[in-house]
Each structure stands twice: as C-alpha cells, then as structure tokens.
C-alpha cells in the first residue's frame, strides 16, 4: 500500500473514529438527560394526575355535602323509621341528575337502601359493599366497584352523613371512572391516561380503555398491570408497540385502592418516547451528513498532504532506486524548508559523498590493479627471462674462449632459447585472452544440458587418475525453466569450476554437480571434498592475477566472475580447511536479454531474404 493510501486510510479513520465517538457521546447523554427528564416527568404526571383524581373527588364530596344538606333529604332523614321502605325509593334519581352525579344511594344506620339512583329496585335490601359507613363518612372520595344491570363498574364515592333523628342517614354519591372521566383530565402534550378495571381474578386486556375506548394490544400492559396489583404500589415499565422505536411509551401504573385497601383498577399514565428517538435521529442523521463531509474534506486534506509531503518522498524513492542500481549522480529537487526538504538535502550530500568515495576507490582499485598487473608480469618474465640470459652468458663466453667449443653448445643453447621465448610468448598469449573476453551470445540454454555434457567431458580424466580417483556425483533439478546464456561461456566456466575441484583433491575424492531453482533464479552448485580454504583465501580469490597453485594464473577465476557477471549473476564461494569446498552461481533467467537479441536479429534476417 502507498504512503498516499495510507495517508488517506489514516485521515479517513482518524474521522470516522471521532466522529462515532462524538455522536455516541452525544446520544448516551442525551438518553441520560431524556431518560432523568422523562423518569422527573414521568413523576410529576403520576402527582399531577393524583392531585387531578383528588380533585375529582373532592367535587363529588362537594356534591355529595349538597345533596346531605338538602331539604329533600333533610325530610327523608327524619321520616326515617316512621315510613316504609317504598316512600321515598324514586327520590334519589331526580337528586342526582339535578347534582349530576351518576351513583347516588340513600343508606340508613342499618345499611338498607332506603333509595337508589342506578337501581331503584335496592331499595329495602342492605348495601354490605360498603362496609363501615360511619368512617367511611369521615374519609375523603374512594374508588368502588358498581354493581349494575348490566355488570360491574368502577366509579369514584364519597360518603356523608345526615344526622337527624336517632340513627343517621347516609348519602352515597359517585361518578363513573371510564373514558369521559380519563378525558376529562388535563394532562400535558405528549402523555396519555388509560384505565384497568379490576373486575375479576383473571387479567383480561378488555378491561383496558382510555379516552378513545377500548385500548388495542392491551395484552403489552399485563405485565406492569399485575405487578402492581400484586404489590399494590406504583409501578413503572418500558412498552415497546411495534418495531419502531418512537412508538414506544414509558408507562406509570398507579393502584386505584378501594375502601379496604385492595387495588380495585389501575390507573396507567404513558409518556411517549418518540422525541428522544426523533433527537437521537437527528443527532445519527447529522453524525453521518458530519462524517461524510469530513471524509470528503480528509480526501482533500490528503490529496493536499500527498502533494506536499509524499511526492518528495516518492522523488526520494525514486532517486534511492537509481543510487542502487549504480547511479550515484542522482540529485533530488529541494522544495521546502523543513524535514522532508532536511531529508533531501541529505540525500543529495550523500550521493555526493558516496561519486566522490566512489571515485576515489575506483582509482585506489585501479592503482592496486595495476601494481598487481606489475608484480604478476614480472614473476611470470622472470621465469623465462633468466634462462635466456644464462644461455647467451654462456654462448659469449664459449666464442671467446674456443671457437671450437662454441660450436658444440651452439645448439643446446638455440633450443634453450627457442624454449624460453616460447614460454614467454604463452604468458603474453593469457594475458591477452583475459583482456578481450568475448561479450555473452544470448541464446536459450537449459542448464542441466551444460552441466551433463561438462560431467560427460571429464568423466574419462577423474576415473583414469593414477593418484586417485574422483567420484563423480550428477544430481541435477527437474523442470528446470531455460535462461537466455551463453552455453559456450557457462561450459567453460563450469570446466574451470571443475578443474579447480580437481586440483583440491590430489588424493581423489567426491565432486558433486547440482542444479536447482530458488526463485527466480537458477543455482548451480560445483562441491568438491579437497583440502579447503582459509578465509583469507577465500576473500582474495576471485582477484585478478591471485593463485595459490604454484604454476597458476590466478586468472582463472577471475574469468569466472567475468562472465557470471556479464550474465547477471554473482558467483560465491563456502569453504572451510579440510572440510571442502562449493562454488555456487545463481543465474537470472535474463528473457529480456533474449528477447532483445530476436527483436535486432529479426530485421537483419528479413533483408537477407
């Protein structure tokens, strides 16, 4: 991956990690404050709607005070015991309709109806729902089940006593806690009151309404609904109504408890959640318009960065690439003032140093080359050099001292000198085959062909050796892919390869030839189990005019690096002292180098047909 990729990678992340935490920071705080806001809310509602309830009872009491007041009333309190229980059973429903009030009851000291609004029939039976209605007439409205013709019903009492005559009379008035009462509440934007009635052992989601009526999926209710009927105290729970989260409702269940203290309904307040999930919307929607904008301008920002910090760079690169290929004259344009133009102008004062140090050891190298050239050449003239001057030494004394004489040594000495200038014309003729190695004829060559027909070639010479013979072990890799070689020089520079390994075992031994791929590249292994080689030796042995034979060259190997390197390859050596030791040369397959011999050979054959 590019530095320009990564660059952009990294701004893109960088933004995108930031701006989720943001958002999610964002949104955790603002469901802490709505959830604190909504469970604050939430309570003042639950209150709000008690006080709205007491209130409501309040104006039945107020009502009901009235009706104990009245003069209607009055009468039939003290005509109670005096006249029968039919005298006054239709009086109590022209009273509460002119109160309006739905449940109105007129109850002696003994609790028989004396007459009834919602039933007149009850007149003369007693009312045990009730209880204790002398404290009860000292207590404030209460929630009761209504027995009906047509069932129960919950409504909201009250209790007050007239007292005249021996025994009181009671007067029992009370409205209808259903959906005209719900909607008679005033409650804030946003929350809504709904009513279970308690009218059996058994939870049934019919017996749920609220201002509109019945209320549909009721059966989402029935947990909170049980738990408060069960603990009889306030209970608060989280409905979800479908799959959207902003149809969900906080619910606060408060016990509607009867005279006796046990819940007869449940009074249900939701507040809907549908502006905290609309807020969390709008705080995801503008995350992600925030996210997008920021990608974009980090894309810019990056393209930006790119062109003021990566493309010297990538000039850095470039230049480091051709100080590696062997182009030390290099430079870099220095655009800026601050690292990356520090950075360039380190590199540029290093190329510098590196042509000048360059230089210089190329001259030390070619000093040191030619005192070598010197010092081999007059070790190999000397040889020769002091024969011939015996030999003329000698002539010159035998012409002197006897004609005769000279006569007899003339021969010897021509063919001494004949011999000797021989020598000298052989040293010169090695020399001169070192200085005008051919440049490599590229052609399509399978390496274990070479390295057979070499084995082929010597095999007579290491089995026919009186000071011992040499085994000679071919192991040679399959499928190996052709380069573009020379065959001549590669066959003779494993020969000479060969002949080296024959002279490091005088006493015979093991020559091993292998070939294999590691790569790209083609390895051809020449072991030999002879003497070895120092370090010293091994540092030093692939320099020109450098032996360790005593009527060696020392050109040689040097011939060997010649043409290893003229192919592309390098050439080593691993040895150590009486352990052996293998020259390794890796070989690229150089098909370019192949392909550019066709391509100027092609036009060449073209005219010649």
Same mark, same amino acid.
Request: net charge neutral; aromatic share 6%.
């Given at each position: 991956?590019?530095?320009?990729?990564?660059?952009?990678?990294?701004?893109?992340?960088?933004?995108?990690?930031?701006?989720?935490?943001?958002?999610w920071?964002?949104?955790?705080?603002?469901?802490?404050?709505?959830?604190?806001?909504?469970?604050?809310?939430?309570?003042?509602?639950?209150?709000?709607?008690?006080?709205?309830?007491?209130?409501?009872?309040?104006?039945?009491?107020?009502?009901?005070?009235?009706?104990?007041?009245?003069?209607?009333?009055?009468?039939?309190?003290?005509?109670?015991?005096?006249?029968?229980?039919?005298?006054?059973?239709?009086?109590?429903?022209?009273?509460?309709?002119?109160?309006?009030?739905?449940?109105?009851?007129?109850?002696?000291?003994?609790?028989?109806?004396?007459s009834?609004?919602?039933?007149?029939?009850?007149?003369?039976?007693?009312?045990?729902?009730?209880?204790?209605?002398a404290?009860?007439?000292?207590?404030?409205?209460?929630?009761?089940?209504?027995?009906?013709?047509?069932?129960?019903?919950?409504?909201?009492?009250?209790?007050?006593?007239?007292?005249?005559?021996?025994?009181?009379?009671?007067?029992?008035?009370?409205?209808?806690?259903?959906?005209?009462?719900?909607?008679?509440?005033?409650?804030?934007?946003?929350?809504?009151?709904?009513?279970?009635?308690?009218?059996?052992?058994a939870f049934?989601?019919?017996?749920?309404?609220?201002?509109?009526?019945?209320?549909?999926?009721?059966?989402?209710?029935?947990?909170?609904?049980?738990?408060t009927?069960?603990?009889?105290?306030?209970?608060?729970?989280?409905?979800?109504?479908?799959?959207?989260?902003?149809?969900?409702?906080?619910?606060?269940?408060?016990?509607?408890?009867?005279?006796?203290?046990?819940? @007869?309904?449940?009074? &249900?307040?939701?507040?809907?959640?549908?502006?905290?999930?609309? #807020? %969390?919307?709008?705080? =995801? !929607?503008? +995350?992600m318009?925030?996210?997008?904008?920021?990608?974009?301008?980090?894309?810019?920002?990056?393209?930006?960065?790119?062109?003021?910090?990566?493309?010297?760079?990538?000039?850095?690169?470039?230049?480091?690439?051709?100080?590696?290929?062997?182009?030390?004259?290099?430079?870099?344009?220095?655009?800026?003032?601050?690292?990356?133009g520090?950075?360039?102008?380190?590199?540029?004062?290093?190329?510098?140093?590196l042509?000048?140090?360059?230089?210089?050891?190329?001259?030390?190298?070619?000093?040191a080359?030619?005192?070598?050239?010197?010092?081999?050449?007059?070790?190999? @003239?000397?040889?020769? &050099?002091?024969?011939?001057?015996?030999?003329?030494?000698?002539? #010159? %004394?035998?012409?002197? =001292? !006897?004609? +005769?004489?000279?006569?007899e040594?003339?021969?010897?000495?021509?063919?001494?000198?004949?011999?000797?200038?021989?020598?000298?014309?052989?040293?010169?003729?090695?020399?001169?085959?070192?200085?005008?190695?051919?440049?490599?004829?590229?052609?399509?060559?399978?390496?274990?062909?070479?390295?057979?027909?070499?084995?082929?070639?010597?095999q007579?010479?290491?089995?026919?050796?009186?000071?011992?013979?040499?085994?000679c072990?071919?192991d040679?890799?399959?499928?190996?892919?052709?380069?573009?070689?020379?065959?001549?020089?590669?066959?003779?520079?494993?020969?000479?390869?060969?002949?080296?390994?024959?002279?490091?075992?005088?006493?015979g031994?093991?020559?091993?030839?292998?070939?294999?791929?590691?790569?790209?590249?083609?390895?051809?292994?020449?072991?030999?189990?002879?003497?070895?080689?120092?370090?010293?030796e091994?540092?030093?042995?692939f320099?020109?005019?450098?032996?360790?034979?005593?009527?060696?060259?020392?050109?040689?190997?040097?011939?060997?690096?010649?043409?290893?390197?003229?192919?592309?390859?390098?050439?080593?050596?691993?040895?150590?002292?009486?352990?052996?030791?293998?020259?390794?040369?890796e070989?690229?397959?150089?098909?370019?180098?192949?392909?550019t011999?066709?391509?100027q050979?092609?036009p060449?054959?073209?005219?010649?047909?």
């Amino acid at each position: 991956m590019s530095f320009r990729r990564k660059l952009l990678l990294m701004f893109a992340l960088t933004v995108i990690v930031s701006v989720t935490a943001v958002a999610w920071l964002v949104s955790m705080i603002t469901r802490q404050a709505f959830e604190k806001a909504n469970e604050e809310r939430a309570s003042a509602l639950a209150a709000q709607f008690q006080r709205e309830f007491n209130r409501r009872g309040d104006d039945i009491l107020r009502r009901v005070e009235a009706i104990a007041a009245s003069d209607a009333v009055t009468r039939i309190a003290m005509a109670q015991g005096t006249a029968n229980h039919g005298t006054f059973a239709n009086e109590a429903g022209p009273i509460a309709q002119s109160h309006q009030l739905e449940f109105l009851e007129f109850v002696d000291g003994d609790g028989v109806i004396v007459s009834s609004a919602q039933l007149p029939a009850k007149f003369g039976y007693a009312d045990s729902s009730l209880g204790d209605l002398a404290k009860l007439a000292t207590k404030p409205a209460f929630p009761k089940l209504e027995e009906l013709n047509d069932g129960s019903t919950l409504g909201l009492f009250g209790v007050r006593p007239v007292n005249i005559g021996e025994k009181p009379l009671y007067v029992v008035g009370g409205q209808r806690v259903d959906r005209k009462f719900l909607a008679g509440l005033e409650l804030q934007p946003g929350t809504r009151a709904m009513l279970y009635s308690n009218l059996s052992s058994a939870f049934s989601a019919q017996m749920i309404i609220d201002p509109s009526g019945t209320l549909k999926d009721g059966d989402k209710l029935a947990p909170v609904i049980g738990d408060t009927l069960r603990h009889a105290s306030e209970e608060r729970a989280l409905v979800h109504w479908s799959d959207d989260p902003a149809d969900d409702e906080s619910i606060d269940a408060i016990p509607l408890n009867g005279a006796d203290g046990k819940p @007869l309904g449940v009074l &249900l307040v939701g507040t809907a959640r549908r502006p905290y999930v609309d #807020v %969390k919307r709008h705080i =995801q !929607s503008a +995350a992600m318009l925030v996210g997008g904008s920021s990608i974009v301008l980090a894309i810019l920002l990056s393209s930006w960065v790119a062109a003021r910090v990566t493309k010297p760079v990538e000039q850095l690169a470039v230049a480091a690439r051709e100080v590696a290929s062997g182009n030390l004259g290099t430079s870099v344009d220095v655009t800026s003032n601050d690292e990356v133009g520090d950075l360039a102008e380190a590199f540029n004062r290093m190329t510098r140093e590196l042509l000048e140090q360059k230089d210089r050891l190329v001259q030390t190298e070619r000093v040191a080359a030619w005192r070598e050239l010197a010092r081999r050449l007059a070790h190999e @003239l000397k040889n020769p &050099l002091f024969p011939l001057q015996l030999t003329v030494e000698n002539l #010159v %004394k035998a012409r002197a =001292q !006897s004609p +005769a004489l000279f006569e007899e040594i003339f021969q010897e000495s021509a063919d001494t000198l004949l011999t000797e200038i021989n020598n000298l014309k052989q040293v010169i003729l090695r020399f001169s085959e070192f200085s005008k190695m051919p440049q490599p004829h590229w052609q399509k060559v399978e390496i274990n062909d070479v390295v057979k027909n070499v084995a082929r070639l010597f095999q007579p010479q290491l089995e026919a050796r009186a000071s011992g013979s040499i085994e000679c072990r071919v192991d040679l890799g399959a499928n190996l892919p052709a380069i573009a070689a020379d065959a001549e020089l590669l066959h003779r520079v494993i020969s000479n390869l060969v002949l080296n390994a024959m002279d490091a075992m005088p006493k015979g031994g093991t020559l091993t030839l292998r070939t294999r791929q590691i790569g790209d590249r083609i390895v051809c292994d020449v072991s030999d189990t002879g003497v070895g080689l120092t370090p010293e030796e091994c540092a030093r042995l692939f320099t020109p005019y450098y032996t360790s034979k005593q009527h060696g060259t020392g050109l040689g190997l040097a011939i060997v690096q010649s043409v290893i390197s003229d192919h592309g390859g390098r050439v080593s050596v691993d040895s150590q002292p009486g352990r052996g030791t293998t020259f390794r040369i890796e070989l690229p397959r150089n098909l370019n180098k192949l392909q550019t011999t066709v391509a100027q050979v092609s036009p060449v054959l073209t005219r010649g047909q």
